[in-house]
């Protein structure tokens, strides 16, 4: 089965710039979109990128989605870092059959 | 504005099924592309998708889950259901519905606010 895999966990200083990867383990990820989530402790999840690199309406541009084929991995990238970006974030992505999540990466902003 | 809420018990013994309810508004589960989708979180890991619901009433379930689950739509109360059988204790969690935003692809926005079901006897 389809599965996404990213890094446990990352950290950088406010004001820096982070990426969290997720990489697809079979096929190739650019076939189907790529979201990215946003969860913070107690709450939902809440859709920063969608369709690999589009940003909902209230999502700051300091966050941005990319794919890169030759590595089979989606990116997403947060510049300009600020304490409230510390959370968990999750990829997803889908086949004709099912949905996929990555195994999420818990940012901290310190 | 989509809203959706989840509901049901939330506490389970082993071996017992399990019957969840989202109920939504803001959408209509007959439009052509809208779906409602169950992911479910265990405390402290990761976000696991189960099961998915067409407007169509096309079906998609987890593979490693799929004999167990089974995911209805009622159309008319807005409402879809999620039963699991032969709970377990590892199937505590957090479970969430969510909006299956009707464009190209399955992806969700918005999600529930979650509902926690503990497993135990």
């Known amino acids: 089965n389809f599965m996404l895999t990213q890094p446990h966990s990352v950290s950088e200083s406010p004001g820096k710039t982070v990426t969290i990867s997720c990489t697809g383990s079979?096929?190739?990820?650019?076939?189907?979109?790529v979201q990215w989530y946003q969860q913070r402790p107690g709450s939902a999840p809440t859709t920063v990128i969608y369709?690999?690199?589009?940003?909902p309406s209230g999502v700051p541009d300091r966050f941005s989605g990319s794919i890169d084929s030759s590595s089979n991995s989606a990116s997403l990238t947060i510049s300009g870092l600020k304490t409230e970006d510390e959370a968990d974030y999750y990829c997803q992505s889908y086949d004709s059959t099912y949905v996929v999540f990555g195994g999420g990466t818990k940012l901290t902003v310190l | 504005q989509i809203t959706l809420k989840e509901s049901g018990p939330t506490l389970v013994k082993p071996t017992q099924t399990l019957t969840l309810t989202c109920t939504f508004s803001?959408?209509?589960?007959?439009?052509?592309?809208?779906?409602v989708g169950w992911i479910r979180q265990p405390p402290g890991k990761a976000l696991e998708w189960l099961a998915l619901i067409y407007w169509n009433d096309d079906k998609r379930y987890s593979p490693s889950l799929k004999s167990r689950l089974t995911i209805t739509k009622d159309t008319s109360k807005n409402q879809v259901v999620l039963t699991m059988t032969n709970m377990d204790p590892v199937d505590t969690a957090t479970y969430y519905c969510a909006h299956r935003v009707a464009v190209a692809g399955d992806w969700f926005d918005p999600w529930g606010q979650g509902t926690l079901v503990t497993v135990s006897s």
């Open positions: 079979s096929g190739s990820i650019a076939s189907n979109y």
């Open positions: 369709e690999d690199n589009q940003r």
């Open positions: 803001g959408f209509s589960l007959s439009t052509s592309g809208v779906g």
